[in-house]
């Protein structure tokens, strides 16, 4: 069965500081990859997604930036954080040939900038 | 982009069947209506999805009229444990058209003992 990984669980950050989040998904290959950020009380906020190593797609200007080094790797990333960044950050993966309607998601890693 | 509107709260007690319903008057006619149940604290969680009619499934069933503008995710018998925020989405099927997935607010299903 597939199982997705996200980590750190938890964060807390000074503005200012570097960001790196990782993501991986077990027992499917060759995954559609997404990177969303959900604010309190709001709902999802599509950042990041990729359909294959090296290929991404930004949905929102932002100062973050997502990498996929490996099959079923994703990583977001950013130089200086803002206290906008605050949030939880949810990583999913679908079928490459399922389409996007049913995706998977990982645990989360809530973000908090100070 | 199909927009989506839910109603932001609803309260149910436990045993009762709940309907929630989504609207989403400009569904273009290759969109499907897919639902997600989120928990505090924890990523969104497919519950279903359909084009037309009805479809159901072990967890909840999905109506949908034959205009497909609207559509009502209804769950049988809640229970307290199925207190969640529930996400309504209007998209294609498409591999390439991550972009077209939007989550808006969804709407808070409080369950009551």
């Known amino acids: 069965s597939q199982t997705i990984h996200q980590w750190p669980a938890t964060l807390v950050q000074p503005v200012g500081s570097p960001l790196s989040l990782e993501c991986t998904v077990e027992g499917t290959s060759n995954p559609n990859l997404y990177w969303y950020r959900q604010a309190a009380g709001r709902g999802l906020q599509l950042l990041f997604y990729s359909v294959g190593i090296g290929q991404i797609s930004s949905e929102v200007p932002q100062n973050l930036s997502a990498s996929r080094p490996q099959d079923r790797q994703f990583i977001l990333s950013s130089k200086k954080l803002l206290l906008s960044d605050s949030g939880f950050y949810l990583c999913?993966?679908?079928?490459?040939?399922?389409?996007?309607?049913?995706?998977?998601f990982g645990p989360g890693t809530r973000l908090t900038v100070l | 982009l199909a927009k989506t509107t839910q109603p932001i709260s609803m309260d149910s007690y436990e045993g009762q069947e709940v309907n929630i319903t989504c609207s989403h008057n400009?569904?273009?006619?290759?969109?499907?209506i897919t639902w997600y149940q989120q928990f505090p604290s924890q990523g969104p969680r497919f519950i279903i999805q359909g084009y037309k009619t009805k479809v159901t499934n072990e967890v909840a069933s999905l109506f949908i009229p034959a205009d497909r503008k609207s559509s009502t995710l209804s769950l049988p018998r809640v229970s307290l444990s199925d207190t969640a925020v529930y996400y309504c989405l209007v998209g294609p099927i498409s591999s390439g058209s991550a972009r077209q997935l939007t989550f808006g607010s969804g709407t808070q299903l409080t369950v009551l003992p």
């Open positions: 999913a993966w679908s079928p490459r040939t399922g389409g996007w309607n049913e995706q998977f």
């Open positions: 400009n569904i273009a006619t290759n969109d499907y």
